[in-house]
């Protein structure tokens, strides 16, 4: 009997959503537990080139193993974790018990429920202006705000 070549799935696809934006899709690798086929969905801006650079670079990342998936983490999620794991062992311990104080008292508070990869510059910037007008924080405390954010971003990014 003649072997038979198995058919590939398409490892990805674009479709269109709306005039200026596309949806890339993605197969994953099946589920571990369930064995069950997984889909991840991102959308892109622009021209169909750009969703298809967006697909190609998150193949190569695939097969590279690099890729991470989109989590749905809540950014005061990832700020105590970042806290704990990092800030904890790799800052001073006056400046650990800063950073916990100020993301607990003031940066949870306000931007904590944003999920993490839906967090924008512009939420950020509303955040310090409105401590400042508020006027019950100085500006030496919203500079310190901002290196927890800053710095706990950059690790995220990473």
């Given at each position: 009997?003649?072997?038979?070549?198995?058919?590939?799935?398409?490892?990805?696809?674009?479709?269109?959503?709306?005039?200026?934006?596309?949806?890339?899709?993605?197969?994953?690798?099946?589920?571990?537990?369930?064995?069950?086929?997984?889909?991840?969905?991102?959308?892109?801006?622009?021209?169909?080139?750009?969703?298809?650079?967006?697909?190609?670079?998150?193949?190569?990342?695939?097969?590279?193993?690099?890729?991470v998936e989109?989590?749905?983490?809540?950014?005061?999620?990832?700020?105590?974790?970042?806290?704990?794991?990092?800030?904890?062992?790799?800052?001073?311990?006056?400046?650990?018990?800063?950073?916990?104080?100020?993301?607990?008292?003031?940066?949870?508070?306000?931007?904590?429920?944003t999920?993490?990869?839906?967090?924008?510059?512009?939420a950020?910037?509303s955040?310090?202006?409105?401590?400042?007008?508020?006027?019950?924080?100085?500006?030496?405390?919203?500079?310190h705000?901002?290196?927890?954010?800053?710095?706990?971003?950059?690790?995220?990014?990473?």
């Open positions: 009997m003649p072997h038979r070549p198995t058919r590939r799935r398409p490892r990805g696809h674009i479709r269109q959503r709306g005039e200026n934006s596309w949806s890339v899709v993605i197969t994953m690798p099946p589920d571990a537990a369930t064995g069950k086929r997984r889909q991840k969905w991102h959308t892109v801006h622009g021209e169909r080139r750009d969703a298809e650079r967006e697909l190609t670079r998150l193949l190569a990342e695939l097969d590279v193993g690099t890729y989109p989590a749905r983490m809540s950014f005061a999620e990832y700020l105590r974790k970042w806290l704990e794991d990092y800030a904890r062992h790799n800052t001073r311990p006056k400046s650990y018990e800063l950073y916990r104080y100020l993301s607990e008292r003031h940066i949870i508070p306000a931007l904590g429920s999920p993490l990869p839906e967090l924008r510059p512009p950020i910037q955040f310090y202006a409105a401590k400042l007008t508020e006027g019950r924080l100085s500006p030496q405390t919203v500079r705000c901002h290196t927890v954010i800053r710095e706990s971003l950059g690790h995220a990014v990473k």
